[in-house]
């Protein structure tokens, strides 16, 4: 009880100043005014603060025409859906076999993410001769049952006994789906369209029965509390003063990646969980409620903790984590930093700080996370300002690569592992996972909703909206050079490569040695591809491993057969380049994993980024 009311009493204390402990912790630090804040919580307080941030960008944004996606581009990642289950997943077992048991977990995240996107879109556009609803709804329920089978496809009892990384992703993926089914019943089902449950009157279960998606939405949200709950084991404040640690059965170790699921996932807990019986996972009560403080606090809480930590080197971009020093009697400190980078350590923060702002009404929260994107864009050798690469590409003859700028070059976004066709399973999921949460990240500013006591200043609200939006539609030029260059990846049979540059870069094959990324700096461990070392920091007694699936590289696919013909439509619309045949000496991204679920993931991820961020502003 005492820990329920200290937890309250921090979120009341947050949401009355607007802004997070972290961002309050300075005296020389004035935060800016919330834009909204509850009235009955501030009597006799002075809240010192200055106005709402006007732009996010350090430079005026040109006149120059900004790229759109239009209905082509909205075909394209349709059939990078269609080829990902298709061609990855499997009905019966209600998996995607070929997938580890996290990496389909972001599989199902990717696709719920996708759904919301059509159901949106199918609302506004014309397919002719389709454009009765009835064939719409047909498609988007087709996809919304495979991912209900992925529901009971999915290992939860492996899983479990995973690392909290592992767990974290289970809980986010779920959180999407509830997202999904909300979103398309309030936009194409009656409000009166109540009763969860049915009616034994015809006339009563046509009027009132909800979308039969609904059904499904307890399960969705129960697997979510549980793992969240889970998830809790993870935060310690006996080494680093708090954290999440991210594997149990390893030397301790406070990585980016789990402290940032874990506020993005408990933010979303607080967002968007519907509510739980725990005595069945079907009915949805009050027993586990909707808006659990704790949610909040633990978002909080984490967020402070991963910026007071100094997990960001000095491009703005995450590092990995830290070991502790147990070589010093008594410490307990985060002392050891390992600056290896990956692209998702960039991206999962982004849904955390944007849903802190919604909960919060705090503009530093939107500020840092366009700070981080802009980072990460400034990474990968591309100019925002001028809105092209820092490097001239035509200088560079075949057989010569661009120079690497920390996480991609000629501005296009890229893990150390892409040109050398040496990334395992888990790091060609990471550019999917970056562009999912930047597309959570740049979605429009909610409406404030009213309620008792609340003191709403529209003025700021309209302000702040308009800088983000300026601010994501101002990323349209590096996303949409990253789409093209993706799309030249695409083979016959519509599968997406893990290198987007290849194509751009003269489809050089290079080798670790030479591609130009010095993979011996000081104190970087690339253990999501090469294994954790057997040493005194990361531990002597246990080695961890990438996960490599049920597919290893080299062996034929088992679904896809010898040929790899999947009779699908080529994905060619959006660069007009004729396809790759696989072949090892033409094609680099034919090398290591080849194409796989995961690369395919990551391209629609990209092309769903691209629409939605062109939908920004639209209807101003």
Same mark, same amino acid.
């Given at each position: +009880?005492?820990?329920?009311?200290?937890?309250?009493?921090?979120?009341?204390?947050?949401?009355?100043?607007?802004?997070?402990?972290?961002?309050?912790?300075?005296?020389?630090?004035?935060?800016?005014?919330?834009?909204?804040?509850?009235?009955?919580?501030?009597?006799?307080?002075?809240?010192?603060?200055?106005?709402?941030?006007?732009?996010?960008?350090?430079?005026?944004?040109?006149?120059?025409?900004?790229?759109?996606?239009?209905?082509?581009?909205?075909?394209?990642?349709?059939?990078?859906?269609?080829?990902?289950?298709?061609?990855?997943?499997?009905?019966?077992?209600?998996?995607?076999?070929?997938?580890?048991?996290?990496?389909?977990?972001?599989?199902?995240?990717?696709?719920?993410?996708?759904?919301?996107?059509?159901?949106?879109?199918?609302?506004?556009?014309?397919?002719?001769?389709?454009?009765?609803?009835?064939?719409?709804?047909?498609?988007?329920?087709?996809?919304?049952?495979?991912?209900?089978?992925?529901?009971?496809?999915?290992?939860?009892?492996?899983?479990?006994?995973?690392?909290?990384?592992?767990?974290?992703?289970?809980?986010?993926?779920?959180?999407?789906?509830?997202? &999904?089914?909300?979103?398309?019943?309030? +936009?194409?089902?009656?409000?009166?369209?109540?009763?969860?449950?049915?009616?034994?009157?015809?006339?009563?279960?046509?009027?009132?029965?909800?979308?039969?998606?609904?059904?499904?939405?307890?399960? &969705?949200?129960?697997?979510?509390?549980?793992?969240?709950?889970?998830?809790?084991?993870?935060?310690?404040?006996?080494?680093?003063?708090?954290?999440?640690?991210?594997?149990?059965?390893?030397?301790?170790?406070?990585?980016?990646?789990?402290?940032?699921?874990?506020?993005?996932?408990?933010?979303?807990?607080?967002?968007?969980?519907?509510?739980?019986?725990?005595?069945?996972?079907?009915?949805?009560?009050?027993?586990?409620?909707?808006?659990?403080?704790?949610?909040?606090?633990?978002?909080?809480?984490?967020?402070?903790?991963?910026?007071?930590?100094?997990?960001?080197?000095?491009?703005?971009?995450?590092?990995?984590?830290?070991?502790?020093?147990?070589?010093?009697?008594?410490?307990?400190?985060?002392?050891?930093?390992?600056?290896?980078?990956?692209?998702?350590?960039?991206?999962?923060?982004?849904?955390?700080?944007?849903?802190?702002?919604?909960?919060?009404?705090?503009?530093?929260?939107?500020?840092?996370?366009?700070?981080?994107?802009?980072?990460?864009?400034?990474?990968?050798?591309?100019?925002?300002?001028?809105?092209?690469?820092?490097?001239?590409?035509?200088?560079?003859?075949?057989?010569?690569?661009?120079?690497?700028?920390?996480?991609?070059?000629?501005?296009?976004?890229?893990?150390?592992?892409?040109?050398?066709?040496?990334?395992?399973?888990?790091?060609?999921?990471?550019?999917?996972?970056?562009?999912?949460?930047?597309?959570?990240?740049?979605?429009?500013?909610?409406?404030?909703?009213?309620?008792?006591?609340?003191?709403?200043?529209?003025?700021?609200?309209?302000?702040?909206?308009?800088?983000?939006?300026?601010?994501?539609?101002?990323?349209?030029?590096?996303?949409?050079?990253?789409?093209?260059?993706?799309?030249?990846?695409?083979?016959?049979?519509?599968?997406?490569? +893990?290198?987007?540059?290849?194509?751009?870069?003269?489809?050089?094959?290079?080798?670790?040695?030479?591609?130009?990324?010095?993979?011996?700096?000081?104190?970087?461990?690339?253990?999501?591809?090469?294994?954790?070392?057997?040493?005194?920091?990361?531990?002597?007694?246990?080695?961890?491993?990438?996960?490599?699936?049920?597919?290893?590289?080299?062996?034929?696919?088992?679904?896809?057969?010898?040929?790899?013909?999947?009779?699908?439509?080529?994905?060619?619309?959006?660069?007009?380049?004729?396809?790759?045949?696989?072949?090892?000496?033409?094609?680099?991204?034919?090398?290591?994993?080849?194409?796989?679920?995961?690369?395919?993931?990551?391209?629609?991820?990209?092309?769903?980024?691209?629409?939605?961020?062109?939908?920004?502003?639209?209807?101003?």
């Amino acid at each position: +009880m005492a820990l329920s009311q200290l937890l309250i009493g921090l979120v009341s204390l947050c949401l009355t100043y607007g802004v997070s402990p972290v961002l309050a912790r300075s005296t020389d630090k004035v935060p800016y005014c919330p834009v909204f804040y509850e009235s009955s919580l501030l009597k006799n307080v002075v809240m010192r603060c200055k106005p709402v941030p006007e732009t996010f960008l350090d430079f005026i944004p040109s006149d120059r025409e900004v790229p759109q996606a239009e209905i082509e581009v909205l075909e394209d990642a349709f059939e990078a859906l269609a080829v990902l289950q298709q061609v990855y997943f499997d009905s019966e077992a209600g998996t995607w076999p070929l997938a580890n048991d996290w990496t389909a977990a972001v599989h199902e995240t990717v696709m719920a993410g996708t759904l919301t996107t059509l159901t949106k879109a199918l609302r506004s556009i014309h397919l002719r001769p389709f454009n009765d609803w009835k064939a719409k709804e047909n498609l988007i329920s087709f996809y919304y049952s495979q991912l209900v089978g992925s529901y009971f496809g999915q290992d939860i009892l492996s899983i479990r006994g995973q690392a909290y990384d592992d767990i974290l992703w289970v809980v986010l993926g779920w959180l999407e789906a509830v997202q &999904f089914v909300t979103t398309h019943s309030k +936009m194409h089902y009656p409000a009166q369209a109540t009763n969860p449950t049915g009616s034994r009157s015809l006339e009563e279960a046509l009027k009132s029965l909800p979308w039969h998606g609904n059904h499904w939405m307890p399960a &969705f949200a129960h697997r979510s509390r549980v793992f969240w709950g889970l998830a809790t084991s993870g935060w310690g404040d006996d080494l680093c003063h708090g954290g999440m640690t991210w594997n149990p059965r390893l030397r301790p170790y406070k990585n980016a990646i789990t402290n940032e699921l874990w506020i993005s996932a408990s933010v979303s807990m607080y967002q968007y969980f519907p509510g739980d019986n725990y005595s069945s996972p079907f009915v949805a009560s009050s027993l586990y409620p909707s808006k659990d403080p704790a949610h909040l606090a633990a978002a909080i809480v984490g967020y402070k903790w991963l910026k007071d930590v100094n997990m960001t080197n000095a491009r703005g971009l995450y590092v990995d984590g830290y070991h502790i020093d147990f070589s010093i009697p008594g410490n307990v400190e985060c002392d050891m930093r390992d600056e290896m980078v990956y692209t998702y350590n960039q991206g999962v923060i982004l849904t955390g700080q944007r849903g802190l702002y919604s909960v919060t009404g705090s503009p530093s929260y939107l500020e840092e996370g366009h700070n981080l994107i802009q980072s990460v864009i400034n990474a990968t050798g591309w100019s925002l300002e001028h809105n092209r690469p820092h490097d001239d590409l035509s200088v560079y003859p075949p057989g010569v690569l661009p120079p690497w700028h920390g996480l991609g070059r000629g501005g296009v976004l890229e893990e150390q592992c892409d040109s050398s066709a040496t990334c395992s399973q888990d790091s060609q999921t990471f550019k999917a996972i970056y562009f999912h949460h930047l597309v959570a990240f740049c979605t429009d500013l909610e409406p404030i909703s009213a309620a008792p006591h609340r003191i709403v200043n529209k003025r700021a609200y309209q302000i702040l909206r308009t800088a983000h939006i300026e601010s994501c539609r101002s990323y349209l030029g590096w996303v949409h050079h990253n789409v093209l260059a993706a799309m030249e990846t695409v083979d016959l049979n519509g599968q997406f490569g +893990m290198w987007w540059g290849a194509g751009l870069f003269n489809n050089t094959v290079v080798t670790r040695d030479g591609d130009g990324i010095d993979h011996s700096a000081e104190n970087v461990t690339d253990y999501r591809n090469q294994g954790t070392p057997n040493d005194e920091i990361w531990g002597q007694d246990t080695q961890w491993l990438p996960g490599s699936g049920r597919w290893m590289p080299g062996d034929p696919n088992p679904i896809i057969g010898q040929s790899g013909n999947t009779d699908q439509q080529v994905l060619s619309r959006l660069s007009g380049m004729s396809k790759l045949a696989p072949d090892p000496v033409t094609d680099p991204n034919s090398r290591g994993r080849g194409r796989t679920g995961e690369t395919q993931i990551g391209g629609l991820a990209l092309l769903r980024a691209f629409w939605e961020l062109s939908q920004l502003g639209r209807n101003q």
